[in-house]
């Protein structure tokens, strides 16, 4: 069995989204007990996980040092975010195997991500990243050529694009170390955006969703389950409402359904739902969105929102 999962903000950052390098380690450190008793069930594993609140840091630094270092484009803060969080996902899991009595060997594949130069996102930019600004200093990066919106009381916000993942260029060695027998950290933040222009490839200012990236590399490793592990059991219908209720076992064509009748909200449960339904509708495999602490069940057995071919 072979699962690819991917790994939300709460593996991460403390769970009031603190990402200070404490918050971080305890939070990998939790989530890599969850991954490690996984491990003990035979199963090859590919993590996943999610990169804003690193970038958003490594963008604050851009800005306020800028004057004094060079500012490093948006794809090479999506690299250096892949390292270094393989590598505190690397530690905190040989631990907790240590722990366990499991021996595993690992590896952090820094990952591209190839996009469309003509992507929509490009010419209409969707997703916020990086913090608020007062208006007089967001409009001088609008003078640069950075999109800027106004969000009201908070201040202005970066938009980027958001393209569609076409191809998980770095694949082939994620499924030769998997089948070499290691747990691979793969495509984090959905990988490095970059573009093939004249025969070569040039990174782009860019963010790719993760679960939509989770999804691609899903299929492209072959895997049998994509499991979402996110900060809540299940996806639900009426989210907020006083009668939401969660959502089990779900033939894909009805969460796709749920999903047009606007019961996912865009910028967070749409696109795993969204992800789940291409991997599920690729390959006629199965894909569950869960909580952190309900994979080993999502995995070996029936938990959370788990969606099954028509
Ligand atoms: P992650 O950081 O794990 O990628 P997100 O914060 O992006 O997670 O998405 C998970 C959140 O989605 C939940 O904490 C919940 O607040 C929100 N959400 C929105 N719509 C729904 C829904 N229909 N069912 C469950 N959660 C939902
Ligand atoms: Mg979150």
């Known amino acids: 069995m072979r699962v690819m999962l991917a790994l939300g903000g709460n593996a991460m950052t403390n769970a009031e989204g603190r990402a200070r390098p404490e918050d971080q380690i305890a939070a990998a450190e939790t989530a890599m007990d969850a991954v490690a008793e996984l491990l003990e069930h035979d199963v090859e594993v590919v993590l996943t996980h999610g990169n804003g609140p690193q970038v958003g840091n490594l963008l604050v630094k ?17 690299a250096q975010t892949q390292a270094t969080l393989g590598f505190v996902l690397m530690n905190a899991l040989e631990a907790s195997l240590g722990a366990r009595d499991l021996d595993r060997q690992l590896a952090t594949v820094v990952t591209r991500t190839r ?55 770095d694949a082939p060695a994620v499924l030769a170390l998997i089948e070499a027998g290691f747990v691979v ?40 389950t994509l499991v979402v592990a996110t900060d809540v059991p299940h996806a639900v219908l009426g ?19 749920y999903a047009a009748d ?21 390959t006629g495999r199965r894909g569950v969105i869960t909580s952190l602490s309900h994979i080993v069940d999502a995995v070996t057995g029936e938990t959370g929102t788990v969606v099954l071919p028509d």
């Not at 851009?62 to 999506?78: I, R």
């Not at 606007?262 to 690729?282: L, N, Q, T, W, Y």
């Open 239 to 257: 989210y907020g409402t006083p009668d939401a209720q969660p959502i089990g076992r779900v033939a894909v064509s009805t969460i796709r359904e």
């Open 115 to 169: 996009v469309d130069p003509d992507d929509p996102g490009f010419t209409r930019p969707t997703k916020p990243i990086g913090r608020y600004l007062p208006e007089d200093q967001a409009k001088v990066l609008v003078e640069h050529g950075e999109t800027w919106e106004d969000r009201g009381e908070k201040g202005w916000r970066r938009l980027v694009a958001s393209p569609e993942p076409l191809e998980i260029l």
């Open 262 to 282: 606007g019961h996912f909200a865009s910028g967070s449960m749409g696109p795993k739902v969204d992800a789940v339904c291409r991997f599920v509708e690729a």
């Open 62 to 78: 851009n800005e306020l040092a800028a004057s004094v270092v060079p500012p490093v484009p948006l794809d090479w803060c999506g």
């Open 185 to 224: 950290v793969a495509a984090g933040g959905g990988g490095i955006p970059v573009v093939r222009e004249d025969g070569r490839l040039r990174g782009v200012e860019a963010v790719i969703d993760k679960d939509l990236g989770a999804a691609l590399l899903a299929r492209m490793v072959d895997a049998d």
